[in-house]
């Protein structure tokens, strides 16, 4: 059946390195999305991607970086920029709607 | 600066009784509006929606309406069910723009329905 598959459901980075999260969609959906959410806070958006092979930053890009070289995937990489890097982190694709996958908590070792 | 703001953090409602969650918006360029529910370590789900053309839309259980000129729209939920407890979160586009499925999130309100 048709969704959005994160992975991994937990990830634990060490100082100075970078981590990879995984966003797959079976929905053939052309525009895919980042969010992080903060404990008590809305969701904020990180990158987006309205198409094959580009991107464009949201509100909260630097220390991430993204890539959308297959329609059904777009990966984040949460650098060693990114100064505090705990949060769920939350991938979405749209056609006439959103819809969000089940996301990512990411913690800092 | 935040353009969606919802200022509960949390609501207390009996079982049967209406809930009443409260959105406000900053940016004359929103549109549209999207409430979402959402239950720990899961994504949001879309609850319902209502454009700027519309005052009122209304889905089973749940109804929005929108007050542009207040900026504030707010979601009724009658009758509130045990199930319907979970973080409910506010959001809006401005869907002539690039993208509308870039949402400002309000912080969100955690409803708790009790028996």
């Known amino acids: 059946d048709g969704g959005i598959t994160q992975s991994p459901k937990y990830l634990f980075r060490k100082e100075g390195q970078n981590v990879t999260l995984s966003c797959e969609q079976n929905?053939?959906?052309?525009?895919m999305y980042w969010y992080r959410q903060d404990p008590g806070q809305g969701l904020r958006l990180i990158y987006y991607?309205?198409?094959?092979?580009?991107?464009q930053k949201g509100d909260i890009a630097e220390g991430y970086s993204v890539s959308r070289e297959k329609k059904e995937s777009f990966p984040l990489t949460v650098t060693s920029a990114q100064k505090n890097p705990t949060a769920f982190y939350l991938c979405?694709?749209?056609?006439?709607?959103?819809?969000f996958g089940s996301g990512t908590q990411l913690s800092v070792l | 600066d935040q353009q969606v703001k919802q200022n509960s953090p949390s609501l207390s409602v009996q079982e049967g009784r209406i809930s009443i969650l409260n959105c406000d918006y900053t940016?004359?360029?929103?549109?549209?509006f999207l409430w979402y529910k959402k239950y720990p370590a899961e994504g949001p789900t879309f609850l319902i929606s209502?454009?700027?053309?519309?005052d009122k839309n209304e889905d089973g259980r749940f109804t929005v309406f929108l007050n542009k000129s207040a900026k504030h729209l707010s979601l009724h939920i009658v009758p509130s069910q045990p199930g319907d407890s979970a973080v409910y979160f506010c959001?809006?586009?401005?869907?002539?723009?690039?993208?509308?499925?870039?949402?400002?999130f309000g912080a969100g309100t955690q409803v708790v329905v009790t028996p």
């Open positions: 979405a694709s749209s056609g006439r709607k959103l819809f």
């Open positions: 209502i454009s700027s053309i519309k």
């Open positions: 991607s309205q198409i094959v092979n580009d991107f």
């Open positions: 959001a809006a586009s401005a869907r002539s723009t690039d993208s509308w499925g870039k949402l400002q």
């Open positions: 929905l053939n959906h052309d525009a």
């Open positions: 940016n004359s360029m929103f549109d549209y």
